[in-house]
């Protein structure tokens, strides 16, 4: 098995060269913003929640091998998701502090939203917003000067589409 589900960046295929990836759906997962106790930042962890679905993209790495993606996803503990012959990443309880609010890095959201909307459309946008828990982070807005490693460039539109869906959070 070689398969893995993206739920967040990894939905954004210009973050990656991953093989055959295809949307997917499972079911038992929900996808929430946590802090990180070794940065100061939040980032996008899943919780296992048997009344959810979430939607992500599914890809092989068979083309770079599980040390890679490992090593992308530092901070994270791949397991497999039940019913799926495939593996997803939950974020490393040593790594989360729930007493704290770290920031969401815009660029990293930008990032993940220019992904659902591609491979989703606006659809799968509002699902994002949606099924993703966590919104009492604060948001660090970094469009000028990116500190997410894998910072992708949007369109005007795809701007728009972000700063439209924070402002109904």
């Known amino acids: 098995m070689a398969d893995f589900f993206g739920y967040g960046s990894l939905v954004n295929l210009h973050t990656h060269t991953y093989v055959n990836p295809r949307p997917t759906k499972i079911k038992g997962w929900k996808r929430i913003w946590v802090s990180s106790n070794i940065h100061d930042i939040a980032f996008l962890s899943v919780e296992t929640c048997n009344s959810t679905q979430l939607q992500g993209m599914r890809a092989s790495t068979e083309n770079i091998g599980w040390d890679a993606l490992d090593l992308r996803e530092t901070g994270y503990n791949r397991q497999q ?89």
Request: charged letters at 25%.
């Open 81 to 169: 998701v039940d019913n799926h012959d495939m593996q997803i990443y939950v974020g490393d309880p040593k790594y989360i502090n729930t007493s704290i609010k770290n920031p969401i890095l815009l660029s990293y959201l930008d990032c993940v939203i220019q992904g659902y909307y591609k491979q989703f459309g606006e659809d799968g946008v509002i699902d994002f917003f949606s099924s993703t828990k966590g919104w009492d982070h604060p948001i660090f807005n970094d469009r000028s000067s990116p500190k997410y490693p894998r910072a992708t460039k949007l369109s005007k539109y795809e701007f728009e589409l972000v700063d439209a869906h924070i402002k109904k959070l």
